[in-house]
């Protein structure tokens, strides 16, 4: 195996393809048979006979418990695990549907009997309605990829914002996945909504029926009703068999297990919606229905905990969402933020979908902080945290000592290199 | 439970947003609590505890497993099972990579383990390279979403041909991803592509070590050297670690478990090049390195063994693609082939991947044929199957009686509904 192979030459390459970047450990051969030429050994047990629906190989381990869950759990009292998506992990745009975050709010996922659920649909409107899954089904249908974001994905309670130490534990409550459903404002049309209609309340079928109260112009905009997920049906952890899936709105707005639909007349302060998923600010004063999600990004690799090998080239990638829109330019500071640059925005850049970002780096072995800053089609850009400082007129110390729930925090994420290759969580820092 | 209280009033709704289409099935209610307002069970056993990588709903069942792997074990010689996508149950463009389809020419799927594998580059370069998968990983690298398709998709043995009821079964050999890898072109630039060499063959790690020969100016164009498949690592079915992603180009091309690319001066001829992949001619003149598929559709739902529940509104839905390019057109006929309107394409429609079509039928009750018709960005149609007879100068006989292997079968797919609201697959009758 060529793992142990320590003698074999290595070398430095200036191509034309990475001209200037230094390749650091890619290993010149001459024509010899590769390595693992052995016939590898057949997938055994349970892999060989999951024919029906494949399962992932035995030497993957990414997955959505972090060690502040772990941490909470020895220190805390017991909670619903909030479960984070592993981006430090993530290629692509796409969440693969088991690694998808998962905020419950201490309700155990219901396991939903689809032939026994349905939708109704009623309140201020002509014809309430109501719709079992097959005749959702036969209803013109939509697909887009969507990002979701928990309103409080990182910025964490006190205790534990200070041990978040990976990208899975700072932005983890965030994923990306291709929604399929009925357009709402086509269901909508059909109950007929009347006169002083607007507001809609949302709920689900969770023991603690948790409901969303969002605006009508959004409800009629490009909200879905939706069954599909990457391609199958949503899982349970994601509100099977029917999710409201509110595009850039806030995490708990896309209501799971969704069971009924009332059209109101304003908004009836549901459950979290005057407490926790408001905005203190220091003067004491909260903001309530902040409802679309700021202009974010953050870089996933390298991120915390993370070690690069060596000096030499290293692509820096990360993702970058906008609850307004589509994001049209990230840009990556590699020197603590002094200098930016403009980073690649991976093709199709969609409308509050996760961007992946790409850009070129060639570390000098030298302490460095990267970055990176999104900006949103409406010219919003993602602030550092002293800006978020000076908006909320505190000093650096606010964020070490409140125990506030901060949402909406969307400040730029430093990750610290050091000479010996490994990634550190400095936003505390600074 | 709603499902048994039939009594209740049934009417046909013809609102603003379905003018002229009627919605057959939606039941109207007067505001009661909706059915299904007990709380629903908890999630049990193993669902409840797949936290770290979840499962989904124990109500779907959607397989790959189909009624011809069944028929095909009883009546024929044991095969390794071609598992095809249920692309009945298809939603969006997306195929979840526990669905994906897979063909596998005997060998088992190997347990690689990635610590051990690596990629080597040599031949006619100036600079054989072997490459690890972290020094991959480092490297630049592009996610970009492609469909796969077996080049024998749609034409199965004679004696499958004909048994062949489902879209699963007649078209399941093509599924679509978001594949993340490095791009070949800037491998090959560090390796260096010495004068003449024109060709590739890129080899497999599996047991029978499966070569394919792929065109130098292929090679250099979109070609990826992936090792991700939907936002996590590729599935050992897929080619765990390392696949080359060849777009466009038939899916045996697409090396799995990726060892070895070899810089040629010419295709050599690998095992099935010139046997069971070249299009055998009725003259007995065959075609070879016939690569890049053809503009292609299939409707997924209505399809084959369906059933409608009855007359009214129904959402066609089905997926096209193209080995040359993005779709530009889908029509959809519902008389048979007679007229033809055009299908609404759902957006992003991408290069050389699944474009979703939709397309909304009012069904009168009556005996109906349904059909799809894609042209590419080239202006290339999709043939009838009396198109293709004339262009091989067959009669239609031909398909029923010949045992030859054909591939690049691109015919229009017609779907007869019968009366009843069943679904049948005639394309053998016509």
Redesign the interface.
């Known amino acids: ?3 142990q192979q320590s003698g074999r030459r290595r070398f430095l ?1 200036s ?4 001209a200037g970047w230094a ?9 010899q048979a ?4 052995e ?6 047990g349970s ?2 006979s ?11 381990t ?4 972090t060690h502040i869950q772990a941490w909470v759990a020895n220190v805390g009292p017991p909670v619903a ?1 909030a ?1 984070r998506t592993p981006l430090q ?12 975050y ?1 905020v419950d709010h201490g309700s ?13 649909i ?1 309140g201020l409107v002509d ?6 899954l ?2 959702l089904k ?6 887009r ?1 969507h990002f979701l974001a928990c309103a409080g994905n990182s910025y964490l309670p006190l205790e534990q914002r200070q041990n978040a130490k990976t990208v899975q534990e700072t932005h983890g409550w965030t994923s990306c996945s ?3 459903g009925v357009p709402l ?2 269901l909508l ?2 109950v ?1 909504v009347q006169k002083g209609g607007t507001w809609i309340q949302a709920e689900g ?3 603690r029926k948790l409901a969303s109260s969002i605006p009508m112009a959004k409800a009629l905009d490009d909200v879905l009703v939706a ?2 997920q ?4 949503i ?3 994601q509100g ?2 029917l999710r409201l899936i509110v595009p850039g709105f806030e995490g708990i707005r896309n209501v799971k ?1 969704l ?2 639909i009332k059209v109101v007349d304003r908004p009836y302060m549901m459950k979290y919606e005057g407490t926790i998923y408001t905005n203190l600010r220091p003067d004491g004063t909260a903001r309530w229905f902040q409802l679309e999600l700021e202009t974010n990004s953050v870089i996933t690799s390298p991120s915390g905990e993370q070690r690069l ?1 060596g000096p ?4 820096i ?1 990360g993702l970058a969402w906008s609850g307004g829109g589509a994001i049209r330019r990230v840009e990556v500071s590699t020197d603590g933020g002094r200098t930016w640059k403009d980073a690649q925005l ?1 093709a ?1 850049v ?1 409308a509050k979908a996760h961007t ?1 970002f ?1 850009f ?1 780096w060639n570390w000098d072995g030298k302490e460095a902080v990267l970055q990176s800053r999104s900006t949103n089609e409406w010219g919003e850009v993602q602030p550092t945290k002293a800006a978020l400082e000076r908006m909320w007129g505190v000093t650096p110390d606010y964020w070490l000592t409140t125990t506030n729930r901060i949402q909406h925090f969307n400040a730029i994420q430093p990750w610290k290199v050091t000479s010996d290759g490994r990634v550190h969580n400095v936003i505390w820092e600074t």
């Open positions: 195996m060529h793992s390459k191509g034309a393809a990475l390749v650091g450990a890619v290993r010149s051969v001459s024509g590769p390595a693992g030429s016939p590898p050994a057949a997938l055994a892999e060989a999951s024919r029906d629906y494949g399962v992932r190989s035995g030497f993957e990414s997955g959505r418990l695990p479960l992990d993530s290629v692509g745009i796409i969440t693969p549907a088991p690694l998808h998962v155990p996922t219901p396991g939903i009997d689809p032939r026994q659920h349905s939708l109704l009623h014809r309430p309605l109501l719709f079992t097959d005749e036969r209803l013109p249908a939509v697909s990829i291709e929604w399929t404002s086509l049309q059909e007929g079928a969770e023991i069954y599909g990457n391609g199958e049906a899982r349970p952890e099977y068999p297990w069971r009924r090998p030499g080239f290293h692509e990638t991976q199709p969609l992946r790409r070129p």
